[in-house]
C-alpha cells in the first residue's frame, strides 16, 4: 500500500526566515529514502513531494517539504557508518586529529550529534576522553551502546543541549557529521551548539556541499532526509546569528564531497575559508543562473542513464544494481525504469539484506552473491564508493561483467582488452 508520509510546506528559509522561496526543481511524489520495505510485509510505503529551492535573501538551498522525522528516522532505520571501511578511515583519522590537538588537556568532554553506532567516538573513548553520543535511530544506537559508548537516544536540540550542559557540564568539543543538512529547525540545532560549548571549546562539522553536488551533478543525494543543501556563503550567518563563528573549512571528499566545518565563540576566517567563499561568490552561488546548467543535467544524465539500461536489456543482458544506498531512491526514482528492468539490488549491509527498496521495490540480497552466474551488468547506486566497489569486485568484472556508474557522468567499467 501506498501512502503519503505526514508533511509540512515551508513558506519562509529554514534558516534566516525570509520568503518567499524559489523553486528550482519539482521531483514530484518520491519515496522516502532509508525506509525500506519487507517483501510481503503489512507496513504501508510512504511517498512524499519533493521540491528543490532557495532561498533569494541568504541563499539557502532547501527543501520545501518536511517529513515528520519520526516517519524518515524510524526505529528499523538502516544506516551504519561501520558498513564502509573508507568511511570508518575517515573519521577514525579525523578523530586522531583531534585527538592529538587535545594532548595537553584533561577531562576532555566529546559530545557528538548524530553518532550513529559509535564510529567516530570510540577513538575518543579509546583515548581516555568522557564521551557522549546522541542520535535518534534506534538500531544504531544500540549497537553504539553495545560498544560501551553512552549514547541518548533522542534528536539534538537547544533543549537537550540544556540538559546535557546540567547533566554533564559544557562540551570542549562538539561533532556533529552528516546530520545539519538533516535539521528541520536549524536555528535551534545551532542555537544547540552556542549553549553546549565551553567558552574555549569548538565545533567540527562535516556537511555536504552543495557546489560538489552542483559540479558532480549528485542529484540523487536529494531526499527527505536532506532538508538543506550547504553553501559557507549561506552557513556563516547562521552561526552569527547564535554568536559563533565559521572559522575554517576544508574539503573532504566523503559523500560525494563534503565541507569539515570548525566553529567557535572566538575567532578569525582561516585563509581557506575566505577562498572558497570567495570562489562562491565568483560562481554568483545564491542566484537562479548559478542552478539552471545543473538542472538541465539531471535531465540529460537520467535520459542517458535509462538509454543505456534499456541498451542493455535489448542486448539480452541480465541486470541489477549495486549499494541499496538512500540516494539510489532517488536515482531509480528519477529514472523510473519499467518494472524487470533490474532484478534486484546488491548491498554488503546486513542490515540491509531481505528487505526492499522503498519505491522500485527492489529486493536487497547480500553483496558477495554478485556473480556472473546471475548478472551480467550492475547500475552502481553507491557511485560514491566506485573504487572501493570495483575493486571488491574484480572477479565479476574479470568474468566479463560490466558496471554502469551514473554519477557524475555516466560510464561503462568493463574488463581491460587482454
Ligand atoms: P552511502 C547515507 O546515504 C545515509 P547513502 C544518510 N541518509 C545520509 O544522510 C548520507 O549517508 C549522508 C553499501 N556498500 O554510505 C553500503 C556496499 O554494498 O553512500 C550502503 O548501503 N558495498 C544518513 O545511503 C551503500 O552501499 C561497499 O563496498 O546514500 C552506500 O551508502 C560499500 C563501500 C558500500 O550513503
Known amino acids: 500500500m501506498i501512502t503519503t508520509a505526514p508533511h509540512r510546506s515551508i513558506t519562509a528559509c529554514r534558516s534566516c526566515g525570509a520568503g518567499p522561496l524559489e523553486t528550482l526543481m519539482a521531483f514530484g511524489q518520491s519515496p522516502l529514502a532509508d525506509r525500506l520495505t519487507v517483501p ?49 578511515a575517515h573519521f577514525t583519522d579525523s578523530a586522531q586529529c583531534l ?31 568522557r564521551v557522549l553520543g546522541i542520535d535518534p535511530a534506534a538500531a544504531p544506537v544500540a549497537e553504539a551502546r553495545r560498544k560501551g559508548i553512552p549514547t541518548d537516544q533522542v534528536f539534538f536540540t537547544a533543549g537537550h543541549a540544556r540538559h546535557i550542559r546540567d547533566r554533564h557540564g559544557p562540551a570542549d568539543l562538539f561533532i556533529a557529521n552528516n546530520v545539519l543538512a538533516h535539521v528541520a529547525d536549524v536555528n535551534d540545532f545551532v542555537a544547540g551548539i552556542a549553549i553546549l560549548l565551553k567558552d574555549q ?25 536532506h532538508l538543506l543543501y550547504l553553501s559557507l556563503t549561506a552557513l556563516a550567518p547562521l552561526f552569527s546569528r547564535h554568536g559563533l ?13 563534503s565541507f569539515r566545518l570548525r566553529i ?20 554568483d552561488m545564491g542566484t537562479r543562473a548559478f ?26 543482458m541480465r541486470i541489477a544494481a549495486y549499494g541499496a544506498a538512500a540516494k539510489g531512491t532517488t536515482l531509480l526514482h528519477m529514472l523510473d525504469l519499467p518494472a524487470g528492468a533490474l532484478r534486484h539490488v546488491y548491498d554488503k549491509s546486513p542490515w540491509k539484506a531481505g528487505k526492499a527498496m522503498p519505491g522500485s521495490g527492489l529486493v536487497i540480497r547480500p553483496a558477495p552473491e554478485l556473480s556472473r552466474d546471475d548478472v551480467d551488468a550492475v547500475l552502481l547506486l553507491a557511485w560514491n564508493f566506485a573504487d572501493e566497489i570495483l575493486s571488491e569486485n574484480r572477479r565479476f568484472l574479470e568474468a566479463g561483467g560490466q558496471f554502469l556508474i551514473p554519477v557524475p557522468k555516466l560510464r561503462h567499467v568493463r574488463r581491460p582488452a587482454p
Open 291 to 316: 542552478f539552471d546548467p545543473f538542472l538541465q543535467r539531471i535531465r540529460t544524465l537520467c535520459d542517458e542513464t535509462r538509454a543505456a539500461v534499456t541498451d542493455l536489456a535489448n542486448q539480452g
Open 264 to 283: 567557535a565563540r572566538h575567532g578569525a576566517p582561516s585563509a581557506r575559508l575566505l577562498d572558497l567563499m570567495a570562489e562562491e561568490a565568483r560562481r
Open 40 to 88: 510481503g510485509g503489512s507496513e504501508p510505503e510512504y511517498r512524499a513531494p519533493l521540491t528543490l529551492c532557495h532561498c533569494p535573501a541568504c541563499s539557502l538551498c532547501q527543501l520545501r517539504e518536511t517529513v515528520e522525522p519520526d516517519i524518515l528516522f524510524h526505529s528499523a532505520y538502516p544506516y551504519f557508518s561501520s558498513v564502509s571501511p573508507a568511511l570508518v
Open 201 to 225: 571549546g569548538c565545533a567540527v562539522i562535516e556537511v555536504p556541499s552543495l557546489m560538489a553536488l552542483v559540479d558532480d551533478c549528485a542529484f540523487d543525494t536529494i531526499y527527505h532526509q
Open 99 to 129: 585527538i592529538d590537538s587535545f594532548s595537553q588537556a584533561s577531562d576532555v568532554f566529546v559530545v557528538e550529534a548524530a553518532s550513529n553506532d559509535g564510529t567516530m567516538l570510540a577513538p575518543f573513548q579509546a583515548a581516555g576522553h
Open 245 to 257: 563563528v565559521l572559522t575554517d573549512a576544508e574539503k573532504v571528499w566523503v559523500h560525494g564531497g
